[in-house]
């Protein structure tokens, strides 16, 4: 029942949607309004109960961050008294014994961070495994500014800076070089995106444009996950858990050098998830199980060049719920869905240096994936070629070029719910661009300015320029500012595709018609990049060696976005008789965000380290343009929380255990009727033996389930429950 | 209730620990620390060509470039230390031009976009250059820090060494592993 007053509420909101425009043909949705509310309270409040009761449970959450700040506080302060009588006298040590020392964190890479005129935040390898992380996504929670929601189980709406959607089509993603993001829907299929947790060296994370360099799509972000060069700091590993949520979970990894300049890792990774919370009655349905495997080898070919091939391939199946529309009585079904999801990749880079500081790197690699299920069957295969070449002209001037081509071919196998017209298609796109980094005052004032050109076959030549400004008012002190363009270039959907979106009872308030309305959305051929300019300034700086702040504000323009237009209605003759009501996907609306995003980080001694952030933005004032926006409709490009607030603790209680706490607060999607919570969790290594690994990971701790996102695509959420999880790693 | 069962466990586990630390062992230097006991511990075994004209004769003098690792545990190895009758003194920089009056030259991490003409500026000089810039030694540094099993390594590139004309001892080299 639920599931019905649900669907019932979704069709309301399109067709309120609609009834913004002023070129409504549809007389029957002139009182929209009259949909009950108690029905909508039904549908929105009953399945986030859960949610209301954090309100409940304020002592928990308090007690909560005492004990993380009463564990950090004293270790800290334990240590600071204990530094200077206890120091071993490093001074008067022999080499031999240095060598013998064995230190609690040994960075492998440096963050120039406060170099980039721009807002980025790295996430480190370390850092991610500390936190029990257990998925990109889960990792990416800890990034300030990023809105991160599970849908259910296996889906996921990541997005910056507003527009977030389970194909939250404004953020690139990218593994390795790799770009992830589907061409074909406008966003990333999240539940693919994944490596062995071990292997991650450090996720970047750039908020606003970005698409000078990385290219169309790069709007409001772009994520770039690094795995680790195999050889030196990697070894082979055997990692088994299981858990409330985890079933079970395994990897296996070898890394061993080949030949004499080349080292290889060879991984297999798999898992199987049980359902979320099912606690609201529904069976959620949403378990899902996938294996994966691959390998990177990493080789030098001369002292000066070097190569890297790698690989991955996986194979899994995800269920969920759809609740979909349908033309006959009742008009709404729910469909129980296993999808098959297949897909693999390989890269190959090469990269040389010369003496003088030049250096060249020739990127080629395929990617292919496919899914299978009532609601969607496609596959899509991209080849892409990438060279880059960067050079110091004098001691003041770098540069930067590059150029790529890139060839997506898909195919759709048209179903009840979507369908593309031609089912299948190849079509390229190629860019070149260029950068020059220029210190006018060496170590204190430096400009960057490059652009993009970008050839799209599909929408033509966009242009993607950017400047950024970068001042040392002092060492240690980081101001600046930017000034950028980019485009989102319309999915395939956007421009071939038939969506099935909602079917109108007859003889409804909404449909006073004795006869059903199928309401479809439509792409059009002539649709247009979406495009973002964007005004940028931050401030970072490093107060002492323990304390760093990065603050960022950022106001965004964007013109062409998606909107929909109501076509006229068609008459449907077969049988049973139907009335069309077509939906047009056009770009014509305009919007303004704005907000400010804020870091911070405190290491008040070399075992304990605080992360806190909180990012608040001001979405959609002063919206423009024509027809109905995206973002106006309950599930579509939501302006995601006005507020999120993290706190992330780790602490080496002794020289081998560590204890991490974090604690997020999101506040309400408010479009959605998703309420604002507070979750938290916390994570316990214990690393028995240098070779083994113990730990207890508890994750979404302080509430036994909660909602955070409704999918614009029929997928029914599920709440996130509360998990626990347990793992043993061997290094062998 | 559950919930409060829970967040006491939590708490619980949390304050064990703190308890547990309290009595806990002598804490692992940082990496830092040791890496500046490896700095200092480098001059020792390192000579530099007398012809280089030096007014500054009777000092030693390391420099930290880019953002300093070390927070002032350099400072803490290095007090009052003498190597050779020299005084042992350490200075931090940001500009490339001024690295070229020192003997001991660390490169930090935050330096390694521009490191290759760095190291060219300091070709051929009487220069120690130290560094933990991934494959330092390879790209033509003279010793580089790398880590192995969570204790800190180096590697000497022994042609680098050769160039700047200084005198690297033989337990040194027997220490470390050989970059040719």
Same mark, same amino acid.
């Given at each position: 029942m639920e599931i019905i007053l649900e669907e019932l509420t979704n069709i309301e909101a399109v067709l309120m949607g609609m009834n913004l425009l002023k070129s409504s043909h549809m007389e029957f949705v002139s009182e929209p309004h009259n949909i009950s509310t108690e029905l909508r309270r039904g549908a929105c409040w009953r399945p986030f109960q859960g949610v209301k009761e954090y309100m409940m449970n304020s002592l928990t959450v308090r007690i909560f961050v005492f004990a993380i700040l009463v564990g950090g506080f004293l270790n800290g302060s334990t240590w600071a008294s204990q530094a200077g009588s206890e120091d071993l006298d490093l001074a008067q040590m022999s080499l031999e014994d240095l060598m013998d020392i064995k230190v609690t964190s040994v960075s492998k890479k440096a963050e120039k961070l406060s170099d980039a005129a721009a807002a980025i935040y790295v996430l480190t390898g370390e850092e991610i495994r500390k936190s029990g992380a257990r998925t990109i996504p889960d990792a990416l929670r800890m990034v300030p500014g990023l809105h991160v929601a599970n849908i259910d189980g296996s889906t996921w709406a990541i997005s910056a800076r507003g527009f977030n959607a389970s194909f939250s089509n404004k953020l690139l993603v990218l593994i390795d070089g790799r770009? !992830?993001?589907?061409? %074909?829907?406008?966003?990333?299929?999240?539940? !693919?995106?994944?490596? %062995?947790?071990?292997?991650?060296d450090r996720i970047e994370v750039i908020r606003g444009p970005g698409a000078t360099l990385w290219g169309a799509n790069a709007v409001n972000g772009v994520i770039n996950i690094t795995t680790k060069q195999p050889g030196k700091s990697q070894e082979t590993m055997l990692v088994v858990g299981s858990g409330t949520y985890e079933r079970g979970a395994g990897a296996l990894r070898y890394n061993g050098p080949v030949g004499n300049n080349g080292s290889l890792r060879v991984y297999g990774k798999y898992f199987d998830r049980n359902e979320f919370d099912a606690s609201s009655g529904i069976d959620t349905k949403d378990d899902w199980w996938m294996g994966r495997g691959g390998f990177r080898y990493d080789g030098a070919l001369s002292d000066l060049s070097d190569i890297t091939v790698q690989s991955d391939v996986y194979n899994g199946k995800a269920g969920a719920n759809y609740v979909v529309p349908d033309i006959n009585a009742p008009y709404t079904t729910v469909l129980q869905e296993q999808t098959d999801i297949t897909g693999g990749n390989i890269l190959a880079r090469f990269s040389r240096q010369s003496q003088s500081g030049n250096q060249h790197t020739v990127q080629v690699y395929f990617d292919q994936a496919a899914r299978k299920d009532t609601w969607v069957d496609f596959s899509r295969k991209t080849y892409d070629l990438d060279y880059q070449h960067s050079f110091g002209v004098s001691s003041q001037l770098d540069v930067i070029w590059g150029g790529g081509y890139r060839v997506n071919h898909d195919k759709v196998t048209s179903g009840l719910y979507i369908s593309m017209n031609p089912t299948e298609r190849t079509y390229g796109l190629g860019n070149i661009f260029a950068q020059i980094d220029y210190?006018?005052?060496?170590?204190r004032l430096e400009l960057t300015l490059g652009t993009k050109l970008e050839y799209h076959e599909l929408t033509d030549l966009e242009i993607q320029p950017s400047g950024h400004i970068l001042w040392h008012p002092a060492r240690d002190h980081t101001l600046w500012a930017s000034v950028s363009r980019a485009v989102r270039t319309p999915s395939r959907v956007d421009r071939e595709g038939e969506l099935f979106i909602a079917a109108v009872p007859p003889l409804s308030l909404a449909n006073p018609t004795p006869i059903p309305v199928k309401v479809v959305f439509r792409g059009i051929s002539e649709n247009r990049s979406e495009n973002l300019v964007a005004y940028e300034v931050g401030y970072r700086s490093t107060l002492s060696n323990r304390i760093t702040l990065d603050v960022t504000g950022f106001y965004s323009r964007y013109n062409d976005l998606l909107s929909l237009a109501i076509g006229e209605p068609e008459f449907d003759e077969n049988y049973p008789a139907y009335i069309i009501l077509p939906v047009d996907i056009m770009n014509t609306r305009d919007a303004e965000t704005y907000g400010v995003e804020f870091a911070g980080a405190w290491k008040?001694?070399?075992?304990v380290e605080f992360k806190l952030s909180y990012s608040h933005q001001w979405s959609y004032a002063g919206f423009g343009g024509e027809g109905v926006s995206?973002?106006?409709?309950?599930?579509?490009?939501s302006p995601g929380p006005s507020n999120q607030f993290s706190l992330y603790a780790t602490t080496e209680v002794r020289r081998n255990i560590n204890v991490t706490t974090q604690i997020r607060y999101v506040d309400e999607v408010e479009r959605q009727g998703i309420s604002s919570y507070v979750t938290g969790d916390l994570r316990l290594g214990w690393q028995v033996l240098p070779q083994l690994e113990l730990s207890v990971t508890g994750q979404d701790l302080l509430e036994k389930s909660h909602t955070e996102f409704i999918s614009e695509m029929g997928r029914i959420s599920t709440g996130v429950e509360r998990r626990f999880h347990a793992d043993l790693k061997l290094a062998l | 209730m559950r919930r409060l069962i829970f967040t006491f466990v939590a708490l619980l586990c949390l304050s064990f620990c703190t308890a547990m630390q309290v009595g806990a062992q002598a804490k692992a230097p940082s990496e830092y620390a040791v890496k500046a006991a490896f700095l200092y511990n480098f001059t020792k075994f390192v000579e530099w060509p007398p012809d280089v004209p030096d007014e500054k004769d009777s000092l030693l003098q390391i420099c930290v470039i880019g953002?300093?690792?070390?927070g002032n545990e350099l400072e803490n190895i290095i007090e009052g230390m003498k190597v050779g009758g020299k005084s042992v003194t350490v200075s931090y920089t940001r500009?490339?031009?001024?690295?070229?009056?020192?003997d001991v030259v660390f490169i930090a991490q935050s330096e390694e976009s521009t490191l290759d003409r760095m190291l060219k500026i300091l070709t051929n000089r009487a220069i120690l250059t130290v560094s933990d810039i991934d494959d330092f030694a390879e790209r033509g540094g003279t010793i580089g820090f790398f880590a192995e099993d969570d204790r800190i390594r180096f590697e000497i590139n022994v042609d680098a060494a050769e160039e700047t004309g200084l005198q690297i001892s033989s337990k040194l080299l027997r220490l470390a592993r050989i970059v040719d």
């Open positions: 770009t !992830v993001y589907s061409p %074909l829907f406008s966003g990333v299929w999240w539940d !693919v995106q994944d490596v %062995l947790m071990e292997d991650i210190a006018i005052v060496p170590n008040t001694s070399e075992r995206f973002g106006s409709l309950k599930s579509f490009e | 953002e300093n690792p070390f500009s490339a031009e001024e690295i070229l009056s020192y």
